[in-house]
């Protein structure tokens, strides 16, 4: 699937315990990946919850592996990516790196923060200068009790710096929230009684639905019932700062 189609059709807020790992799946890389990263990853851990590493090719799902990426990208708790040389280009003679991960990188830039997105490589080549302002790291793979404790430390600093309003799809949430969008999402938030009800049945449903604000719960009785997201809630709680919405008495 398409990057942009998969954004636009089952991109939502709600983030797994995991960490994605883009790397080299090259033999000679595996040993980084079980003796470093992956225990480095495991040893965090998100709202009581342990994270583990997330690659594509051990992915279950059998969707294609272009879905599993911008799947694992987009709802991952953070972006990992070994961007470690990997040759000299015979023309230049200037260390190159794996392309399949530098897309991979790319692909996390367009749809995450800057600091959910930690590169980590093993030498001490020029660094790429289109990303040479991403938070990057330089391992030493081969003494594994100092790596992963570096590592770890800085997949913790991530998490504790993330926030939920600098978050892109909050910032895109709130532009394109009309105000009786507003309303309605303030409705099923719960945040006091909106000035006007019916929402179950409101035209703003379906409006609220695409842009992964609500999610279907059921249907009771003769009427649907819905709850935010928790995209919706932070949402729904920052629409009320920027747009105050009047409220019955």
């Known amino acids: 699937m398409h990057p942009q189609?998969?954004?636009?059709?089952?991109?939502?807020?709600?983030?797994?315990?995991?960490?994605?790992?883009?790397?080299s799946l090259a033999e000679c890389y595996q040993s980084r990946f079980d003796d470093v990263i992956a225990p480095a990853i495991r040893s965090a851990s998100i709202d009581g919850a342990n994270l583990e590493p997330y690659r594509v090719d051990l992915s279950k799902t059998g969707d294609s592996i272009l879905t599993d990426i911008m799947d694992g990208i987009a709802h991952s708790q953070l972006v990992l990516a070994d961007v470690s040389s990997c040759g000299n280009d015979p023309a230049t003679r200037k260390a190159h790196r794996n392309c399949n991960v530098m897309y991979e990188v790319g692909l996390a830039?367009?749809?995450?923060?800057?600091?959910e997105v930690l590169l980590i490589r093993d030498d001490r080549d020029e660094f790429?200068?289109?990303?040479?302002?991403?938070?990057?790291?330089?391992?030493?793979?081969?003494?594994k009790e100092t790596a992963i404790a570096k590592l770890s430390d800085a997949l913790r600093a991530r998490i504790e710096e993330r926030?939920?309003?600098?978050?892109?799809?909050?910032?895109?949430?709130?532009?394109t929230l009309t105000h009786q969008e507003a309303v309605a999402l303030a409705y099923f938030a719960g945040y006091g009684k909106p000035w006007s009800t019916?929402?179950?049945?409101?035209?703003?449903?379906?409006r609220l639905l695409d842009k992964g604000l609500l999610t279907w719960v059921g249907r009771f009785g003769e009427k649907e019932t819905?709850?935010?997201?928790?995209?919706?809630y932070v949402v729904a709680r920052l629409s009320l700062q920027e747009m105050p919405i009047p409220r019955e008495e």
């Open 198 to 206: 019916g929402y179950s049945e409101s035209v703003f449903v379906p």
């Open 5 to 23: 189609l998969f954004l636009r059709t089952y991109w939502r807020m709600e983030l797994r315990p995991q960490v994605f790992v883009a790397m």
């Open 109 to 115: 830039l367009a749809c995450r923060q800057p600091s």
């Open 226 to 232: 819905y709850r935010p997201t928790p995209l919706g």
């Open 163 to 175: 926030r939920h309003e600098d978050d892109l799809r909050v910032r895109l949430g709130l532009a």
């Open 128 to 143: 790429l200068f289109d990303v040479s302002t991403i938070p990057h790291m330089t391992l030493d793979f081969c003494d």
